[in-house]
């Protein structure tokens, strides 16, 4: 027979709106920057560049002068480019996406961080993403605590980290915060 201890002491649980810090920190001003111009001179460059390129394939496609072998060589190499012009929505997106988690990742990293440190300076044995669950126990909200370490302003009276930039484009804002976090009924 086998015999278990269980903790006779609750464990502290915690909430953090992880999201709402990462867009707290100024450094989400240089993200979006960034990604404003990958968006234009990357992605953007990269669509007027194909663009230019089918177009010039057409035009000496369309001249008359042109013999049937270079038409049919035009063909073959006009074909992939229309292809991917006509799935560059989908493309684009796909490199957003991955360049802005490569810009972010930082910024998560030094968040995650911060709240691992507060939940051992508080005593907390479990850290939950408010929003991440549709019924939880109650916890502790810890955002405010996590955004004075990252040296974040706060507005004590909103209850959420002040100061933060607009979301980067495709990205959520962040979201105020309550000062605990009720239980789901």
């Not at 394939?57 to 190499?77: F, P």
């Amino acid at each position: 027979m086998v015999i278990t201890g269980l903790s006779a002491s609750a464990q502290k649980i915690a909430a953090v709106d992880m999201d709402g810090l990462v867009y707290s920190l100024p450094e989400i001003q240089t993200v979006q920057k960034t990604m404003q111009t990958f968006q234009q001179d990357s992605i953007g460059g990269e669509y007027t560049r194909l663009s230019k390129e089918l177009h010039d394939k057409d035009s000496v496609y369309k001249d008359a002068k042109t013999s049937a072998s270079v038409k049919a060589t035009l063909e073959k190499e006009m074909a992939p480019i229309q292809n991917t012009l006509m799935g560059w929505q989908q493309i684009a997106g796909e490199l957003n996406q991955q360049k802005q988690q490569q810009l972010l990742a930082p910024l998560y990293n030094k968040v995650h961080q911060a709240i691992t440190a507060v939940a051992k300076e508080k005593g907390y044995a479990y850290v939950l993403q408010i929003g991440a669950f549709i019924v939880a126990p109650e916890a502790d909200n810890i955002s405010l605590a996590v955004a004075q370490k990252l040296g974040i302003k706060v507005d004590q009276g909103a209850g959420a980290p002040a100061g933060g930039a607009a979301p980067a484009s495709g990205t959520k804002a962040p979201a105020k915060v309550p000062a605990k976090t009720p239980a789901k009924k």
